[in-house]
């Protein structure tokens, strides 16, 4: 994703990729978050995911089902998709941009200096790059290399995953044991009025908690086989396991996100529990955020200094997605008081404001980036409105394909000035009838204009004072006024 958001800004930025293949051993992600969905619908590629994937209108948190069809967006759901699909969609993507992959090719360390950064490979080939960016996963070569130090938590809990061929079929869904959580679903689903169905005759996918967390090893057939009979007293006669991945509830993140010429994004940055499936969708909403910001420094139209905003907008968004991933852990525990807790818990969740609040939470369509005090819109994602420009209709999000700045001008034509900056910032002359409608917020005033960053979010807002303001925001995010 974030090599697609530079190729957009016209950056030379290619792939160092330590796998050989586009194929991904097992899929550990299994869909993607209306938040994503629609960074994806506003670059025009969300309908090739939503043409392999299956909506379902429901996000969950430790388990209790949320429902989302009445959140203030045109994707009002998550997408059941797996990774594998999820990867092979974004790589033909990166493709068409001519963003090269370099497969085969393992990162061992850098040295950066005030000119760059010389990338040692494997094969004792060297890379010189601007900068280099560890989106390597939560074993990064480039963090540990940067030492940066990944603050947090050991794994309390431990789970396998695997694709399996058993002689007996086991319970399909999600059960509870003293050791913890277990599941047995199928590669091959359809979704019918909500609930997940799925096919008697593929091969079964399963997770199941290993009676003691720790292990660094990689997973063997024999572990899963250990932990069906530790949980539910059988392995059903096991026969074959492949894509064996384990995943524990270790929480960390990066202490910074940024060591000068060095960035890291998604789980180089922080690793927590899967549960509510906001991992591979908080990377991708990262690479959104750091890539046109990156394209813009290396391109020397913005200062440097516009890179730590990167950090100080996703190092937020990263803590919180660890605290509400750790209070589902605690939730998923298994003892009576924990039992009682998660009964309350539902209980408050079946309530219109807290559902729609932790929904829009789980979604990621809540974010706001602190740019200050003023408008409710202010640092938050921009809806999706439904314009009229030169009177044809046009959706919002089509005017964020190119991933520039748009101002936004509800107002005369003339209303707002931005000529200086016209080779960085799209004008876009609308019309607009109606509110802005803001997850777990609600209707909010639909402003004279605003300025709309390349990731979506909101940057200014005209206030009564009409261009009050503007000037320094272009200067601030897009670099100064052209002479």
């Known amino acids: 994703m974030l090599a697609g958001e530079l190729a957009l800004t016209g950056a030379d930025v290619a792939i160092v990729e330590r796998r050989a293949t586009q194929e991904l051993d097992g899929s550990r992600a299994g869909g993607l978050q209306a938040r994503t969905i629609e960074l994806l619908d506003q670059r025009g ?172 090893r990689e997973p063997t057939a024999d572990d899963v086989r250990v932990a069906l009979i530790g949980v539910c007293g059988t392995d059903y006669g096991l026969r074959e396991a492949t894509s064996i991945s384990r995943f524990t509830d270790a929480s960390r993140q990066a202490a910074t996100y940024r060591d000068r010429r060095v960035l890291l994004a998604g789980d180089a940055a922080h690793v927590h529990s899967p549960l509510g499936g906001q991992g591979l969708n908080t990377g991708v909403q990262d690479a959104v955020n750091l890539g046109w910001k990156l394209g813009r420094v290396v391109a020397s139209t913005s200062p440097e200094s516009l890179l730590d905003t990167y950090h100080a907008e996703r190092h937020p968004v990263g803590a919180r997605v660890l605290r509400n991933t750790m209070a589902q852990v605690a939730l998923q525990r298994t003892d009576d008081r924990t039992d009682a807790l998660r009964d309350v818990v539902s209980e408050l969740l079946a309530l219109d404001e807290p559902r729609r609040r932790f929904a829009a939470m789980m979604a990621g369509l809540d974010i706001r980036y602190d740019l200050g005090e003023g408008h409710p819109l202010l640092g938050r994602r ?102």
């Open 45 to 216: 590629i969300a309908d090739r995911f939503l043409a392999e994937g299956q909506v379902v209108p429901l996000a969950t948190f430790a388990s209790v089902r949320l429902d989302m069809s009445d959140l203030p967006t045109r994707h009002p759901y998550v997408l059941g998709l797996w990774q594998n699909h999820i990867e092979r969609i974004l790589a033909e993507w990166v493709g068409e941009l001519g963003v090269p992959i370099h497969r085969d090719r393992e990162i061992t360390g850098f040295a950066q200096d005030d000119t760059g950064v010389d990338v040692k490979i494997a094969d004792g080939t060297r890379v010189h790059a601007e900068y280099l960016v560890g989106c390597d996963g939560g074993r990064s070569i480039v963090r540990k290399a940067a030492r940066i130090e990944f603050r947090g938590s050991d794994p309390t809990v431990s789970n396998l995953t695997a694709d399996v061929v058993m002689d007996e079929r086991p319970p399909m869904g999600v059960h509870r044991s003293p050791i913890g959580t277990y599941a047995f679903g199928s590669i091959e689903y359809s979704i019918r009025d909500g609930e997940v169905v799925y096919a008697d005759d593929a091969p079964v996918r399963v997770m199941v908690p290993e009676a003691q967390p720790g292990s660094v």
């Open 382 to 483: 921009m809806p999706d409105l439904d314009l009229v420009i030169a009177d044809q209709p046009r959706r919002l999000f089509s005017l964020l394909g190119p991933a520039r700045p748009v101002l936004l001008n509800l107002a005369a034509p003339d209303a707002f000035d931005v000529d200086q900056w016209a080779d960085r910032v799209d004008t876009a002359h609308a019309r607009y009838d109606g509110a802005c409608e803001l997850p777990a917020i609600g209707p909010v005033p639909t402003p004279t204009a605003v300025l709309i960053r390349p990731d979506g979010h909101v940057a200014w807002v005209a206030s009564d004072e009409g261009e009050s303001g503007l000037s320094d925001a272009l200067g601030r995010w897009f670099g100064p006024a052209a002479p």
